[in-house]
C-alpha cells in the first residue's frame, strides 16, 4: 500500500496514500492504540456542522475567501452526511481534550477540500486545517461543543421518540387494565389489593418524569462553549463569529442554541454533561424498575406470580422444552446496569477539569453518547416487543387476591385490630383463607364478609 509524506512542527510523516488526514491524524493513530474504539457516527456529524458554519461565517466575515471557502462547506458537508467516517481514526482514549479528534476533522476536511481544488488527496495547501478549516476555533471549545450538539441531536432522534413510544404503550395497558384487581405488594409480601392498571399507570409516570428531566438535560446542554477559543478568552475568533455560527447551527438543526454565558465556565467545568448523565442515570433505573416489575409480574408461569403474560418471543433454553424466557425486560435491565456504569464515567470526567480545561472530554463524550443510543432502542424495545403485548391472568389474580392474608385488614373497621390479627394467624397457620376461617368463627355473617372481602373495592 502505497503512503505519502504529510509534515508537521515535529517532522515527516508517512500517511497512507488513500487517507485525507495528515500528519497529526497519523501519529495520534499510532500513539492511542488502546481500545478500538471511535467517537461515535452523531458525534462526527456533530464536528461536520460545525465546521460547515464556521467555514460560512468566516466568508462571511471576510476571513476566508470564496473558493476555499465554499471547498470547506462542501468538504465539511459531506463529513456530516458521513462519507468519511472510515477516515476517522483515533481512538476514544487519546489527549483529554480531544485535539487529535479536532485535528482529524480537521485535516481530513482541508484534505477533500483540496482534492476538489487540485484533485489531489490531502495536503495543507491550498486549504490548511488549522489556518482555514479551524479558524476562529480551538479544540478546547470545539469538542465540548460537539459533545454538547450531538448529545442533543441524539436526544432528539432516538431517545426522546423511545420513550414516548413507551409512556405511549404504558397507557393504554393502564386502561385496559383498570379493572383487573390484583394483590398488591410491599416488601415483597403481600400487601392490600391494586389494580394491574394502576400499577402500569405507575411505570407511565416514571416514564413521564423521564420525558420533564431530559427537558432540564436539554437546556443545559443548548448552552455552547464555541467562542472561548484555548483559554475562554476567544483568542483568534473574531468578534461575532461565535453568535453567527451558533446561529447557523440553531438554523440548521431546529435547535435551541445559545452561546455560554461564561465561557471559563463551559471549557474548565463540564457540569452540564455531569447533570445530563445523571438524567439519563436516572431513567435508566426507572426502566429497570418498570422492567424487573414486568418480569415478576409474569414469573412462572406456573410456579410464579403469573398474573401476566408475556408475548412469547423465543425458545429459553437450550436443555429444557418449552421454556419462554422474558428476554426483553432483561435486555432493558442490561442496558439500565450499562448506563449507570457510563455514569460514573462521566461524573469521575466532570473531576477532570483543572483550571480552564476539562482533559477527560472523549471519554465522557463516549459514555454519554452511548447512553442515549442505548436507552432509546431499549425504551421503544419494552414497548413494542414487551408491554404491548402484555395479557392479564384474570383468575391468577383473583385467586391470589381470595387467599392473602392481606384481607384481614378489611376486617379491622368491625373486628379490632387484634381480633382480625388473630384471624390472620390461624389462616396461615392452617393453610385456609381469611373468609373460611372468619365464616367458621361466626365472626361475621357470609353476606357481611363478602361486602367487606370485595376486591372491586380498592
Partial sequence: MADRIEKDALGEVRVPEEAYYGANTQRAKEIFKISGLSLPRVFIRALGLIKLQAARVNQELGLLDPEPGRAVEEAAREVLEGRFDGQFVVDVFQTGSGTSTNMNANEIIAGRANELLTGRRGSKSPVHPNDQVNKGQSSNDVIPTAIRLAALLSIREVLLPGLRLLKAELDTQARALAKVAKIGRTHLQDALPVTLGQEFGGFARQVELGLKRLSRAEEELSELPLGGTAVGTGLGAAEGFAARVIA?????????????????????????????????????????????????????????LGEINLPRLQPGSSIMPGKVNPVVPEAVIQVAAQVSGNDLTVALGGQGGFFELNTMLPVMAHNLLQSIALLGPAAALLAEKCVAGITPNRERCAGLIEGSLALSTYLVPELGYDRAAALAEEAFRTGRTIREVALEKGELTPERLDELLRPAEI
Fill in 248 to 304: 447557523g447551527l440553531a438554523r440548521e438543526t431546529g435547535l435551541p442554541l445559545s452561546e455560554a454565558a461564561d465561557h471559563f465556565e463551559a471549557q474548565g467545568a463540564q457540569d452540564g454533561l455531569v447533570a445530563a448523565s445523571g438524567h439519563l442515570r436516572t431513567i435508566a433505573l426507572s426502566l429497570a424498575k418498570i422492567a424487573n416489575d414486568i418480569r415478576l409480574l409474569a414469573s412462572g408461569p406456573r410456579a410464579g
